[in-house]
């Protein structure tokens, strides 16, 4: 995928410039989608081991 992208770059015309967006758009969104997944995993292990957060924990400790 990034060769296409470098290749609609050097091209430089602007239907690729908006598809070279719209391609950049999709990669994002689907890297949310993961982030998201694993926030989500992250707390369901939370919950099984009846584990804490250490973040909360740090946050809380610096405040």
């Known amino acids: 995928?990034?060769?296409r992208l470098e290749k609609l770059m050097e091209?430089?015309?602007m239907d690729n410039l908006d598809l070279?967006?719209?391609?950049?758009?999709?990669?994002?969104?689907?890297?949310?989608d993961t982030?998201?997944?694993l926030?989500?995993?992250y707390e369901l292990i939370l919950a099984l081991?009846?584990?804490?957060?250490?973040?909360?924990?740090t946050e809380s400790a610096s405040s």
């Open 35 to 37: 982030y998201e997944i």
């Open 49 to 57: 081991v009846g584990g804490e957060d250490d973040n909360d924990e």
């Open 20 to 32: 070279i967006a719209s391609i950049y758009e999709e990669m994002i969104e689907q890297k949310l």
């Open 39 to 41: 926030a989500e995993q």
């Open 11 to 13: 091209d430089g015309n």
């Open 1 to 3: 995928m990034i060769e």
